[in-house]
């Protein structure tokens, strides 16, 4: 069975950064694309960023790029969010999520197969 657990989230003040860990168990983690996810009260999960299975591509969500980026070490079964210069707006929980079909990258979450549980990110203005 594959788990996925997310860390790292927090409050943090406007303008600051955080970076959310996902640690993946129960399959080779070099099989997945990887993805991060969020939720904000009251509204659809919406795609933040991928990662390709060797990590040499990634995806990003506009509202995020520029100030967001996703790597992977394989070694640890972890996939990272790193976030700079968050906003008020970046306030959600976060999901890592895990995909085996065939591609290179994925942004749509009804194809992922895999979830954690969450991890709340609070930004305060």
């Known amino acids: 069975q594959v788990q996925l657990v997310e860390s790292g989230g927090e409050l943090v003040q406007a303008g600051g950064s955080l970076r959310l860990s996902c640690a993946v168990s129960g399959r080779p983690f070099s099989n997945y694309i990887m993805g991060w996810f969020r939720q904000a009260p009251g509204k659809e999960r919406e795609f933040v960023a991928t990662i390709s299975r060797s990590g040499s591509s990634t995806h990003y969500a506009d509202s995020v790029k520029g100030r967001f980026a996703i790597s992977r070490d394989d070694a640890k079964n972890t996939v990272y969010l790193q976030m700079n210069s968050l906003k008020p707006e970046d306030t959600a929980v976060y999901y890592c999520?895990?995909?085996?079909?065939?591609?290179?990258?994925?942004?749509?979450?009804?194809?992922?197969?895999?979830w954690g549980q969450g991890t709340q990110v609070t930004v305060s203005s």
């Open positions: 999520a895990a995909d085996l079909s065939v591609g290179v990258v994925e942004v749509i979450a009804g194809r992922y197969e895999y």
